[in-house]
């Protein structure tokens, strides 16, 4: 019997037939990567393999490191084994690792998202015999809107509040959901007013722009202070900001958070928001739903997130399906990058 391609070690998933790990969260000597989120690309491996999109952010957040890329599709011999890297969607450079060994091909998908993005490559479904899929937005109640939707929603709260005077200061991820935010109100002709980021959104705009990604213009606070004359602006800040003083600057302001957890009853309340626009970087129950039945596995393993759920809906259809559990699934401190799963939403919103 053939032993499984990826396996579960304490430094994080391992490939034995390749020699490498993926998205490992212990130092290891070969990692791929499938994305620059912190809880997938960490600090400390000796090599690195991710997406060509993904460059510039990698070395953003993990610094000038050992890092090789791919093209979309381009393929590699690790050991004995042929790696791939395809769109996932996610954020910019976001990938799905097809691994082929001697005719069975296993799919990691990392994190990802079915919805359009004009600030990364959209997700590709990849056929193979093993998926291992993330869900952490792995319930029924978990769906989306379109995105023109609710950016409209925001676009419309940050006319209201320039219109009375204050800041709109929305606390979003500041790494993918940041860029999304600002490149899809620019599409959209629906600038109210200059926007200004927070060092942290700064930082990878700055990375984006290098990558070729579009984005408006921005100013950081002083600047916005000394050149816009006190406009009402739209303030793009990291979670970890929230009740910081470098917000005090702008003085009369509206609160908001923008993440898939804003559909959880209850969730703006906690954390006394005035505005929760239910915008998510991942994929919602229908978008895993589709994503599993297009890659044809006969087998799925589902990780970070609400695995229980969707093994028991995949194993009622009567698929192959187990939960492996892994460290994945939201970030700590200055940079709050990836969406955390469940029980997390009551503790801190990031």
């Not at 395809?86 to 910019?92: K, S, T, V, W, Y």
């Not at 079915?114 to 990364?120: F, G, I, N, Q, S």
């Not at 109640?141 to 800041?167: F, K």
């Not at 991820?173 to 980021?197: E, N, S």
Request: glycine share 10%; net charge neutral.
């Amino acid at each position: 019997m053939q032993r499984d391609l990826v396996v579960l070690r304490p430094e994080g998933l391992y490939c034995e037939a390749g020699g490498f790990f993926i998205d490992p969260w212990r130092p290891v000597d070969r990692a791929v990567i499938t994305h620059a989120h912190a809880d997938h690309a960490r600090t400390g491996h000796r090599r690195y393999l991710a997406a060509e999109q993904a460059r510039e952010v990698m070395h953003a957040r993990l610094g000038r490191v050992s890092l090789r890329t791919l093209q979309w599709g381009e393929s590699i011999t690790q050991g004995d084994v042929r790696v791939s890297l395809f769109p996932a969607g996610h954020i910019l450079g976001s990938a799905q690792v097809r691994i082929e060994h001697r005719g069975e091909v296993w799919v990691v998908s990392g994190d990802y998202k079915l919805e359009a993005d004009p600030t990364c490559t959209a997700f590709e479904s990849v056929r193979c015999d093993t998926f291992i899929t993330e869900s952490t937005f792995g319930l029924p109640v978990y769906r989306w809107r379109p995105d023109a939707q609710t950016l409209a929603e925001i676009a419309s709260w940050w006319a209201e509040n320039a219109a009375n005077g204050r800041a709109s200061v929305l606390l979003c991820y500041a790494l993918g959901k940041a860029q999304r935010i600002q490149a899809g109100l620019a599409r959209a002709q629906a600038l109210a007013g200059p926007i200004v980021v927070h060092g942290a959104v700064a930082a990878v705009n700055a990375a984006y722009r290098a990558a070729g990604v579009g984005l408006p213009e921005t100013l950081g606070a002083t600047d916005w202070r000394r050149a816009a004359g006190g406009d009402a602006p739209l303030v793009l800040a990291p979670p970890s900001a929230a009740g910081s003083p470098w917000l005090s600057r702008f003085g009369e302001s509206s609160l908001a958070f923008a993440s898939g957890w804003m559909r959880v009853r209850g969730a703006r309340r906690r954390r006394a928001l005035d505005r929760g626009f239910v915008l998510s970087d991942h994929a919602d129950w229908p978008g895993l739903m589709q994503a599993i039945d297009a890659s044809g596995a006969r087998r799925v393993i589902v990780t970070h997130g609400f695995e229980a759920a969707i093994v028991r809906h995949l194993s009622e259809r009567g698929m192959a399906a187990h939960a492996l559990r892994t460290e994945f699934g939201g970030e700590s401190g200055a940079e709050s990058d990836g969406e955390v799963p469940g029980e997390a939403v009551s503790r801190r919103i990031s």
